[in-house]
């Protein structure tokens, strides 16, 4: 026994004096770092490292079997999933690891932002870990692609009409994003080069030059309110204070670092158990046009900010947004690399955290029911509540019919069932008189299309004599002129008038 | 030490060396960047050919209908993705409207509802009148249509490229909203 452990030092000892890495491996290992970083606060960029070494593993063991080709890759997704034994497992980790990775760079960039870490002397730190957000976002874009689906082909067409907005080299930026002029085979394969092999490269290499930096600059002390960073003297303070309340970053703090890594990895897989793999959906055939593409939760919030934007700020917003963002995090470090670290000393940094967590838990949250969406089988699959029938003449009973039949309920709701996009039609009548609910329909207006070539002057009496009795509980909407004119019983044979004598 | 003049001459090799993979680099990068930018450095129009719809008799008068084409520079690992859908509506004999599948917003597939005459997008709810002008929801602009001529009875197009904003060099923009009311 004695004899083999020797035999082991002796081993590990002929190839140290080879490599000699050793030493610096445990030095970097035990450098002492400030007692109060050695906190459950500091453990998510060491996480994103785990997941990131995860999605290699499962990622080259996913390429094995993936066939990046537009013909067959959505035929080697349903053989992963359903004929090779725990290939659905292996594609759901990749999958859950893409989510649970964005999930934790996003709070630890927050981290590090509210704990002032990006100021001197790691602004550089800061700089590298913008690239690699984005990396990670072009990591969860291309992937979405790869999993080459109805929702990633049209998903395709909205990337390249975003590109084509660009001016002057708009139609160039597509060709290159489409490797031609439309999707097809090019399109996925220059996907599958990006996300295997250029991102990933680079993606390694900013990794590596961030955890350098990290080494050697040391990591961010517990900030305190009132210590500023200077940096005339911060260098110097750091040095006093890992020496004098320093402990070695293993065990002290790396144990931490490896509990929660730990957990985050039992989280995925238990995502990846109990919820599976995410697709593929349907094939990506663009023939089947009875699709309603959505982009990965990733990326809901923008599919929401693009229905909710005027039309004619879309362009603008999108082309010049995002270079801001972009560099506004670049510059950050170099405009506020001096001062207060504290956040409770920093209330506009802790109101923009505020402000950007909130407006895009919204918009993902709106993007999950799509309220702007027609509903597109709507009109012949959801049923007119029988309140809205019951004791209705034959006339109203018609213009129920028309006003499924002109797919109406695609955008309104009655009862609450049916689309969104414009409002519910359950007391229409109180906001709208007969003549207005006709010009209305006939005319549009808002955002409501005018339906005066697709209906016939019967059915807008009926449809109008419909929408007339949707008055809830109320007195319905009425105009007093007509009242002051007409005569009263005039007014009630009204009724048996053809509408569209009055308004064409 | 070595001798300073040894020593300059090595500096001026090692110069020289530099240079010389400076110039191997750029006759490297030039044939490199010409693979790369292949796609871009085409011209629009070569990508646009006239593709077949299928005989006139299948588009009856007064009907929009769907249709699909087969991109014309396809090619053989494209899979589903080379038959491409479009809209076509026939307003006489001999007088079509081919309208391409993709919202002029973000290009998600339009559906079109012959019972309203109107074309429904279902990803942010642009809708189209049945002459492909714009009705509602975000487009800034008509459904992007495809040139079209009938040749042997065939119905043709000019197609290939996917339509967007800045792609569409052989679509036209239908005309405006259609005097209603």
Known sequence: ?504 | MNDPTQHSRRVFLMKLAILLNGIVGTVLAVPILGYLLGPVLKKDSSYNHWTSLGSVGQFPVGQTRLANYHNPASVAWDGQTDTIPCWVRCIATDKFQVFAINCAHLGCPVRWFPQSKLFMCPCHGGVYYQNGARAGGPPLRGLFEYSYKIAGGQLMIKAGELPTLSTHASLAEPGHSPCVG
């Open chain 1, 1 to 504: 026994m004695r004899g083999l452990k020797q035999r082991g030092i002796e081993l590990y000892r002929w190839f140290d004096r080879r490599i000699g890495l050793a030493g610096p491996i445990t030095e970097a290992a035990e450098h002492p770092i400030p007692s109060s970083s050695a906190s459950w606060w500091y453990v998510f960029g060491s996480a994103a490292v785990v997941i990131l070494i995860m999605q290699i593993v499962t990622g080259i063991l996913l390429a094995l079997v993936y066939t990046p080709s537009a013909s067959e890759a959505w035929n080697s997704l349903q053989f992963l999933n359903h004929n090779l034994a725990l290939g659905w497992f292996l594609r759901a980790l990749h999958g859950w690891g893409s989510d649970f990775m964005i999930a934790i760079v996003l709070i630890h960039m927050t981290q590090v932002f509210l704990f002032g870490a990006y100021k001197f002397p790691r602004e550089l730190t800061w700089i590298v870990g913008v690239f690699l957000l984005l990396m990670t976002l072009g990591m969860a874009f291309t992937g979405q692609v790869l999993r080459f689906d109805q929702d990633a082909y049209w998903g395709l067409g909205i990337g390249a009409s975003i590109a084509g907005r660009v001016p002057l080299i708009g139609a160039q930026l597509v060709h290159l994003m489409l490797g031609g002029p439309i999707i097809g085979g090019a399109t996925l394969s220059r996907f599958f080069a990006l996300h295997v092999f250029v991102i990933p490269g680079i993606l390694l290499g900013c990794v590596a030059l961030h955890v350098w930096m990290v080494l050697r600059l040391g990591i961010n002390e517990w900030p305190m309110p009132g210590r500023l960073v200077r940096k005339s003297t911060y260098i110097q303070e750091y040095r006093n204070l890992t020496r004098e309340d320093g402990v070695p970053y293993v065990p002290d703090g790396a144990w931490k670092d490896a509990v929660f890594a730990a957990a985050i990895i039992l989280a995925i897989i238990g995502c990846a158990v109990f919820l599976g793999p995410v697709g593929p959906s349907g094939p990506p055939d663009p023939t089947i046009i009875q699709a309603a593409p959505k982009p990965d939760l990733v990326f809901l919030w923008l599919y929401a900010l693009l229905a909710y934007l005027p039309p004619k700020l879309e362009t603008p917003f999108l082309l010049i947004v995002p270079v801001l963002v972009i560099v506004g995090l670049l510059l950050l470090p170099l405009i506020a690399g001096e001062g207060e670290k504290h956040w409770s000393r920093r209330p506009v940094a802790v109101l923009m955290v505020m402000m950007i967590a909130v407006s895009l838990g919204a918009l993902t949250r709106l993007a999950t029911y799509t309220p702007w969406s027609p509903i597109m089988n709507a009109w012949s699959a959801d049923p007119v509540p029988i309140k809205f029938l019951d004791g209705r003449t034959p006339l109203e009973q018609e213009g129920a019919l028309v006003f499924q039949d002109k797919q109406c309920r695609n955008c309104h709701a009655l009862n609450g069932v049916g689309g969104m996009r414009g409002p519910e039609l359950d007391a229409v009548a109180t906001r709208l008189t007969e003549d207005q609910l006709v010009r209305q329909v006939l005319q549009g207006g808002g955002n409501m299309p005018a339906y005066g070539s697709a209906l016939s002057p019967p059915e807008t009496t009926a449809l109008v004599r419909f929408l007339e009795t949707l008055n809830g509980s109320q007195t319905p909407a009425r105009n007093p002129s007509r009242v002051l004119i007409r005569k009263p019983e005039a007014f009630s044979s009204h009724h048996n008038e053809p509408l569209n004598s009055a308004n064409q």
